[in-house]
């Protein structure tokens, strides 16, 4: 007697149906009501207890898995689709990229190769990507997880590049003269990640001091250059970028592009934060020049709002791309009939198997529009200038810096404290916010200056937040102090 066959199906649709729309009638309240619900709570024990389980053996009733996940995972986010989320560097996601995800998994197709739909769609939201920064038609692209794989493709296509050998066959030992690659001192961390993951060494990265305005130097650099090729160096690649994450300082696009034209260095632009700025009627001018660039990373799960992970590497020179990446085995040859045909779109990074993460960019960008998205980032960078003359006219606050797209670095001071005081102090309200759930902004140091920061890469943020951070940082500050 053979065994009888199981599948994943359910035994009763009709009750799976009933428990999905509960889902989703819930998961649209929860998006509604994020406004009313503390951005963030600490975890009881329970919580992480059930969390930590071993792996089931046997079955749980869905329902019982969906009301444990809504008792247990639910009500303990990151925070980051809140208003008043203004931490690190985040998109606060939306309804309609969520569904994007869902179908994407109903749908189930792998997207490393073949003739389908969802294929099309993946290359339909990259042209869209190259239309939006205004970058040529001819250039290539691929979505990737985020903004650090995509400057790690970016980056990687630029090694091969300027190594002067077959580095793919030969491999790093065998570069006669080694590559440097520059930014300034406030580039992303994952340049480091990304020339060390490519063999290079961190020293290949030279970090140079960035100008008063955090930009990157550009006789710093033409000294650095200089001083490389006389000491046997290959100066490869200009990491230049379009809003930093200390300040959203952008570099001289322009000036660069010139300079890597004319000593012929591949220009590469992490514009994880800014290069959609692009689309931003009042204040595209800020990244003129980005076109210019040998490759792009931009990040579609930031100022596009994509649920994560969506990023996107852009790669002027079609054939380096793909060469960088080409290999097909005998069981992905591509077939002249069939579903074995199509593009092959691993041929493009690192993945084999990849997933429908196109489909949310594509959903909310047909329902919204372009202009729309360009609308909002436009007025996120609005609500960051209206902080700072909150700030500027607010008794003990100061701005550290000045503002120039969407981040603002600002301080409590009430006069008589020491540096070292200062920052326990703005350390202190910093985690007081974060741990009452009424906001959540993080801290860094900018030239030697500690300071909080707040960055408004937020849809859902209206000016009366940030009026209410500004009282709740003085109210913080003077009952800590
Ligand atoms: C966010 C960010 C990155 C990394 O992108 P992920 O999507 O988090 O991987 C790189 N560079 C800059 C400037 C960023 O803001």
Not at 15 to 28: M, P
Not at 172 to 179: D, M, Q, R, W
Not at 227 to 241: E, H, K, L, M, Y
Request: net charge negative.
């Amino acid at each position: 007697m053979p065994k009888p066959e199981e599948t994943l199906d359910p035994q009763d649709w009709d009750s799976l149906r009933a428990l999905s729309h509960k889902i989703v009638d819930e998961a649209i309240d929860y998006t509604r009501d994020i406004r009313d619900r503390p951005l963030w709570r600490l975890m009881p024990k329970e919580v992480r207890e059930t969390l930590s389980a071993p792996v089931p053996a046997g079955p749980t009733d869905i329902e019982d898995v969906y009301a444990s996940l809504a008792k247990n995972i639910l009500p303990y986010p990151m925070g980051n689709i809140h208003p008043r989320f203004w931490m690190w560097y985040m998109g606060s996601s939306n309804f309609t990229g969520a569904l994007g995800d869902f179908l994407a998994a109903i749908l189930g197709s792998n997207l490393g190769t073949g003739d389908h739909a969802a294929s099309l769609v993946d290359q339909q939201v990259v042209d869209w990507c190259k239309q939006m920064l205004g970058y040529p038609d001819s250039a290539s692209g691929t979505l990737v997880s985020g903004g650090s794989m995509a400057n790690i493709i970016g980056l990687t296509v630029a090694r091969n590049e300027m190594a002067g050998i077959d580095v793919r066959k030969l491999g790093v030992g065998a570069i006669k003269k080694p590559l440097r690659f520059y930014g300034s001192d406030q580039l992303h961390s994952c340049h480091q990640i990304a020339v060390e993951t490519l063999g290079l060494g961190s020293q290949s990265l030279r970090k140079l001091p960035s100008n008063d305005d955090c930009t990157l130097d550009i006789d710093a650099l033409i000294t650095a250059i200089e001083q490389d090729r006389a000491a046997g160096f290959t100066p490869a690649c200009v990491i230049a970028t379009a809003g930093t994450v200390n300040t959203g300082a952008i570099d001289d696009l322009i000036s660069i592009a010139a300079l890597c034209e004319k000593e012929k260095i591949w220009f590469h632009v992490d514009g994880c934060i800014g290069a959609l700025i692009a689309i931003a009627p009042e204040n595209k001018i800020r990244v003129a020049g980005l076109e210019k660039a040998d490759s792009i990373a931009l990040d579609p799960h930031k100022w596009l709002h994509a649920p994560f992970e969506v990023g996107c590497a852009l790669v002027r020179d079609h054939d380096a791309h793909r060469g960088a990446f080409r290999l097909t085995p005998e069981y992905l040859e591509p077939s002249t009939r069939g579903i074995a045909t199509g593009k092959a779109m691993f041929d493009y990074g690192v993945q084999t198997s990849r997933g429908f993460r196109a489909l949310k960019v594509w959903m909310s960008l047909q329902e919204h529009g372009v202009e729309k998205f360009g609308r909002l980032i436009d007025q996120n960078i609005r609500q960051a200038h209206y902080l700072q003359q909150l700030i500027k006219k607010g008794p003990l606050l100061e701005m550290a810096f000045e503002t120039n797209i969407n981040i603002v670095c600002y301080r409590f001071n009430p006069g008589n404290k020491s540096e070292g005081d200062l920052k326990i102090i703005n350390s202190e309200i910093m985690l007081q916010m974060q741990e009452t759930g009424v906001a959540a902004i993080s801290d860094t140091t900018v030239h030697n200056r500690y300071c909080l920061r707040v960055a408004i890469n937020n849809h859902r943020t209206i000016s009366e937040d940030l009026e209410f951070l500004v009282r709740e940082t003085v109210r913080l500050g003077n009952k800590i102090v």
